[in-house]
């Protein structure tokens, strides 16, 4: 019989070699499940404190929390003892096969020290993008940018519509005299309408501006008076028969709504001037040879 032991072992073996190192990466549906109440939180360990040794090499908390941080380990949904478990027993693995590596001379190869320089540069650089960021992601910046964005926002309308597509425009006429007779539109839609996607909802729409539909429904729908019901349309989808329900101005969207796109605009900003101004001063000589340019064919 497994044990117990060998198991959790082979599982940190598998995600060691099914989650190799990854680069920086740029929401998914919760379970559908009640989660157990979350449990305190274990007090964070100094990173000097050891959790486990590898031939005498010493696996440390602030080993843990820098694996932990890496986009390819993530474990969505494990609680923090066992993720504690699974990310020491992977850092063992690492060890062991670093060490291995290491006496079989594997880092002494000239590929390998260029790629040990490719990715200590490549560190380097995130880090000090991401510290040099942190000056500029300010609430003052933040708040001076969207006030900005505010001053060059145009209002737009919006419409809430409902529609019935079918596949010919007899079908549309009479499904338009059904409901100008007084039949529901809802019910209609929701007996005949070939779109998936709202007939469920008895054709239901919701909001949505001008650009977001192909043109002539678009032009259909905000011609059209609040509560009247048009003439069979046609698109490269169907025939509709559109119904709308309201019209407004769209809402400006709040400072809080828009925080995280704007710290994310400042962030990308404030690296790209960081890294033009360092281009802009450093002495920058580049030896590859122009392409030559193709020799014409002969006639």
């Given at each position: ?7 959790r ?22 379970l559908?499940?009640?989660p ?17 040794k ?13 694996a932990?941080?890496d ?14 478990n699974l990310?020491i ?9 670093a ?7 594997v ?14 540069s490549k560190?380097l650089l ?24 505010l001053?060059?926002?145009?209002p ?6 409902r529609?019935?597509l079918?596949?010919n425009?007899?079908?549309?006429k009479?499904?338009?005299a059904?409901?100008k007779?007084?039949?529901d539109?809802?019910?209609i839609?929701?007996?005949?309408s070939k779109?998936p996607?709202s007939k ?25 008076p609040v509560g009247?019901?048009?003439?069979p349309?046609?698109t ?5 028969v ?9 809402p ?8 995280e ?5 400042l ?10 101004k360092?281009?802009?001063s450093?002495k ?10 193709a ?5």
């Open positions: 019989m497994t044990s117990p032991l060998l198991l072992r082979s599982g940190a073996l598998a995600l060691a070699v099914a989650l190799p190192f990854a680069s920086v990466a740029l929401p998914l549906r919760a559908a499940q009640t157990a109440p979350a449990a305190a939180p274990a007090p964070a360990l100094p990173p000097e404190t050891v959790v486990a590898v031939n005498g090499s010493p696996v440390t908390a602030g080993d843990l929390a820098i932990a941080e986009p390819a380990l993530s474990l969505p949904g494990v609680d923090e003892a066992q993720k504690k990310l027993d992977y850092m063992v693995d690492l060890k062991v096969g060490q291995a590596a290491e006496a079989a001379k880092g002494d190869s000239p590929e390998f020290q260029r790629k040990l320089a490719y990715f200590k560190l995130d880090e000090y993008l991401e510290r040099e960021a942190k000056k500029a992601v300010t609430p003052e910046a933040a708040k001076a940018l969207y006030d900005q964005t001053t060059t926002m145009k737009e309308e919006e419409a809430h519509a529609h019935i079918v596949d425009e007899e079908e549309a009479k499904i338009s059904r409901i007779g007084g039949e539109f809802s019910k839609a929701a007996e005949v779109d996607g469920t909802e008895g054709g239901d729409l919701g909001w949505f501006t001008k650009e977001r539909m192909v043109a002539p429904f678009a032009e259909a729908a905000f011609k059209l009247q019901v048009s003439d349309i046609k490269q989808f169907g025939w509709h559109i119904k709308v329900e309201e019209r407004r101005t769209k400006v969207p709040t400072f809080a709504e828009m925080k796109q704007v710290d994310q605009y962030t990308r900003k404030s690296q790209q001037d960081l890294i033009l360092l281009r802009e450093a920058i000589e580049r030896t590859d040879a122009a392409t030559p340019a020799a014409p064919k002969a006639p």
